[in-house]
């Protein structure tokens, strides 16, 4: 028998098993793959009773309307799925999980708002993505991370108002990409995108067609478009208070520090504190100003241990050794993060910089030099901020006799040593 008729024979006895639902037309390809063609046959779900050994399945055009956690499970050697230009509103989650050899997706012109994400996870060799023409208002951080192999991903004619940053990245094959023809609301969260169009060298189909829904001043324009003036990466700068700025009066040493911020939109401040015996993080002020009255909202609650304004300022009352600890101011805002930090120390000695030779001798190399004091904490000088909190008890006389009084003072000091200018 010649090789010819061997190959006819096999293909002959491959097709008279092949297991075909009614509504479909299966058949053995030339390269040996196995399709199942069941376009327009006005399906309203995936049939039953497909060939273990289908690769290629062809649902297209038909009335399907949810897939089901189970839709696919009698075909787990498929590796490309047609699904465009059904009904699909719904997708259980795991539907597409067991899927791994799935190279080709289409799931284009559909109803999906929503989608199991995590079903991707497991498709690493995806090379083409077909998603466009739903209702994605959204789309999940990291999304499409664990596709290392797509090449192809549409996503145009959609609901997408946002893009997480970073969203792409991770995709080193990524050759095309479809994102136009959504409402994209141009606010700083998507001015990566912006950046990322400019420098990738991923092919963006109808690139001018990416344009802004919102806001007013910009709808219409392309997210390409979008002024660099108007979204602008924070900057900040951690100053030390000598004196906290209202006519509350706190006993003992009050330690005060001042978070500077600048950009656009105006970032909004966070503060990080570590100390020995706790970590604790604040989002926001937890105090209050009305004239000269000081409202705490939640005032017994550990928290508000540290005193945090509107205006950037944090004040810690009757600051101790327990308190000593790196402090981190952050600015945040739609553009990114930046964020500053100053380890506090607290010290008796009135010659604290003595302390530190003694404590550091490789700052001895400072010789005759002068060292500058002062309360600017400089965020572009390297290294970690050090500041010296120092007190000294003073005995002065009043009517109740002798009274301790303390004495505030900060040195400011580069990675362990004296800040020189």
Not at 175 to 186: A, G, H, K, R, V
Not at 341 to 368: C, F, Y
Request: charged letters at 20%; proline letters at 5%.
């Amino acid at each position: 028998m010649t090789p010819l008729l061997c190959c006819v024979g096999l293909a002959a006895l491959l097709a008279s098993s092949l297991a075909c639902p009614r509504s479909c037309v299966c058949s053995v390809k030339k390269n040996g793959r196995l399709l199942a063609e069941c376009a327009y046959r006005e399906l309203q779900e995936v049939p039953a009773g497909l060939s273990p050994n289908v690769t290629i399945l062809t649902l297209s055009a038909n009335r399907i309307g949810s897939l089901r956690e189970t839709s696919f499970s009698e075909v787990p050697e498929v590796q490309s799925l047609w699904l465009g230009y059904n009904q699909i509103s719904t997708v259980e989650a795991g539907a597409f999980a067991r899927l791994v050899h799935l190279k080709n997706l289409d799931l284009s012109h559909n109803k999906m708002a929503d989608f199991p994400w995590k079903d991707l996870r497991n498709l690493s060799g995806l090379q083409i993505l077909k998603m466009n023409n739903n209702r994605l208002a959204g789309l999940p951080r990291g999304a499409f991370h664990s596709l290392k192999e797509l090449r192809s991903l549409w996503l145009n004619d959609n609901e997408l108002t946002t893009l997480a940053e970073g969203t792409f990245d991770l995709l080193p094959s990524l050759s095309q990409l479809q994102i136009f023809n959504n409402p994209f609301n141009c606010s700083c969260k998507v001015f990566w995108l912006k950046k990322w169009t400019e420098n990738t060298s991923v092919s963006i189909a109808k690139g001018g067609s990416i344009l802004c829904a919102a806001p007013s001043r910009l709808k219409g324009r392309a997210v390409t478009d979008i002024p660099d003036h108007f979204c602008v990466a924070p900057s900040v700068q951690l100053t030390y208070l000598s004196n906290l700025d209202n006519t509350v009066m706190y006993d003992g040493l009050t330690l005060t520090l001042h978070c500077s911020v600048a950009g656009s939109p105006l970032p909004e401040i966070r503060w990080k504190i570590q100390t020995s015996s706790r970590s604790t993080e604040i989002s926001g002020p937890n105090v209050a100003r009305d004239g000269n009255v000081l409202l705490l909202r939640r005032a017994k609650q550990s928290q508000e241990r540290f005193l945090v304004f509107k205006n950037g300022t944090m004040a810690i009352p009757n600051f101790s050794k327990e308190d000593e600890g790196i402090y981190t101011c952050l600015a945040v805002n739609d553009v990114g993060t930046r964020e500053v930090s100053v380890n506090v120390a607290l010290t008796g000695s009135e010659n604290p910089a003595d302390d530190l030779l003694r404590n550091a001798p490789q700052a001895s190399h400072l010789g005759g030099r002068s060292c500058y004091k002062g309360d600017d904490l400089d965020p572009s000088s390297a290294g970690e901020k050090l500041v010296i909190v120092y007190h000294v008890p003073r005995e002065s006389k009043s009517r109740a006799g002798v009274v301790p009084q303390t004495r505030l003072g900060t040195l400011l000091l580069t990675l362990g040593l004296a800040l020189c200018r």
